[in-house]
């Protein structure tokens, strides 16, 4: 099966098709879709804030929306702290709240930029 091929049977499947095919190559080739947002977030890190105030070495992000996309969100926090469903949903639920304190700057970008690649407005304190 070719490239075309497989694009025509995509634009044959239903929502509910797509969804579960997205989700069966998710579990198939453990990824998601947050990960190429993750990947990325070192990027804009390096500009630096221009402030001139002294670098903080720990952050706390912290969640203040959630955004239209309020079950993305919740997935993605889910998947970017390693808790469990219901914890993440509390605290999307909860917001604005910390999601995560005392963190490196690198992961606290990258818990960030998954976040708000969904939609949440997301700051680091």
Do not use: F, R, W
Request: hydrophobic fraction near 45%.
């Amino acid at each position: 099966m070719d490239k075309d091929q497989i694009l025509e049977a995509i634009d044959g499947m239903s929502v509910m098709e797509l969804h579960e095919l997205v989700e069966a190559l998710k579990e198939k080739y453990n990824v998601t879709a947050a990960a190429p947002m993750m990947a990325m977030a070192g990027a804009p890190a390096a500009g630096g804030d221009g402030d001139g105030a002294p670098e903080k070495s720990t952050y706390d992000v912290i969640i203040n929306e959630a955004g239209q996309q309020k079950i993305q969100v919740i997935k993605a926090l889910k998947e970017a702290i390693g808790v469990g469903l219901k914890e993440a949903k509390e605290l999307v639920d909860a917001a604005p709240k910390a999601v995560k304190e005392d963190c490196e700057e690198e992961e606290a970008n990258k818990i960030k930029e998954a976040l708000e690649g969904v939609g949440a407005t997301v700051e680091l304190k």
